[in-house]
């Protein structure tokens, strides 16, 4: 005699049978058709607060406001901003191209705020104490720590010139050379657009906390000759 309990396989997902012995789905589908235009209604609204929830934690897309960042983004065109960068990748790094509030007074006034007082020679070593409301898009060009002075448009980086073929020109204005340099303070980034002429940035309202950073820029969607990343 066999020690062995036999157990009966009952196949899954198998659909049941009404009274009739007519087999049903296990999700009842619409019969009327007040009742379909429901369904639709719930599944949009589900699609549109999944695609909410994704901006709000993952993704944000970000529309770019001026020509700071030419040559490699316009004004207009529409990038896409990991909003997870920092939060579980690390620390933001010097070439990183990140969308971040910029310390209050940096968003309009001329001449634009400093944190502190300096010398017209110098970039601007502290920002204000509080963020903006608005969101800027600029590239980090040095870090916590850091030395920085501004020579030709270029930052010089613990005495090292950055090599950067990929922006515009400077032009030779007063912002384009400030020669005594500041040390950024811990847990701030320095930020610079490529359009070293035409960029409102750190130089003018100084660095920029972590916590500050929204997220790193990663892909442009807008307009359709411009898709890629970067």
Request: glycine share 10%; charged share 25%.
């Amino acid at each position: 005699m066999s020690d062995t309990n036999e157990t009966a396989n009952e196949p899954a997902n198998e659909p049941a049978n009404d009274d009739a012995g007519h087999s049903r789905s296990l999700i009842p589908k619409p019969d009327t058709p007040l009742g379909a235009v429901l369904e639709l209604v719930v599944i949009v609204a589900m699609a549109i607060g999944l695609a909410l929830g994704i901006q709000a934690l993952v993704v944000k897309p970000f529309q770019i406001p001026s020509e700071s960042m030419k040559p490699l983004l316009v004004k207009g065109e529409r990038v896409l901003v990991n909003r997870l960068s920092y939060s579980v990748g690390g620390d933001p790094s010097v070439g990183d191209v990140v969308v971040f509030h910029p310390p209050d007074g940096a968003d309009g006034n001329t001449p634009r705020d400093c944190g502190v007082e300096h010398e017209p020679t110098q970039p601007c070593p502290e920002g204000t104490s509080e963020p903006s409301e608005q969101n800027f898009i600029k590239r980090i060009v040095a870090g916590p720590g850091d030395e920085l002075y501004i020579e030709d448009g270029h930052p010089v980086v613990n005495g090292e010139k950055a090599e950067e073929d990929f922006i515009r020109d400077c032009g030779g204005g007063s912002s384009c050379n400030l020669e005594d340099p500041i040390t950024i303070p811990a847990d701030q980034y320095f930020m610079m657009g490529d359009n070293r002429g035409s960029s409102d940035d750190s130089r003018f309202w100084g660095p920029v906390p972590q916590d500050w950073i929204i997220g790193k820029a990663f892909f442009s969607y807008w307009p359709p000759s411009e898709i890629g990343p970067f």
